[in-house]
């Protein structure tokens, strides 16, 4: 069995053609599905809905170490002062 626990809306950057350098931004979706994940155990799914659709499973201790990363990105410590 399978959760939706949040959906957040974002954006993604579309480039036309070859030679366009200038990007246009189109609107996506990040849905974030808790499902069992057999022997794995409780896992997330990260799936992206833009212009196509696209997903990672991660179990819970890679989630642990994407929470991490988040954490330390959202204190612009270890990302922003280099």
């Known amino acids: 069995m399978s959760t939706c626990i949040k959906t957040i809306k974002g954006r993604y950057e579309h480039i036309d053609g070859v030679s366009e350098i200038t990007p246009t931004y189109k609107p996506a979706e990040l849905n974030l599905v808790r499902f069992s994940g057999g022997s794995n155990g409780r896992m997330l799914q990260l ?18 170490e994407l929470t991490k ?14």
Do not use: A, P, R
Not at 49 to 55: A, D, F, L, Q, V
């Open 69 to 82: 990363v988040l954490k330390d990105f959202s204190n612009n410590e270890k990302h922003f002062n280099k």
């Open 47 to 64: 799936t992206i809905k833009s212009n196509t659709t696209t997903y990672i499973q991660l179990t819970q201790e890679q989630v642990k």
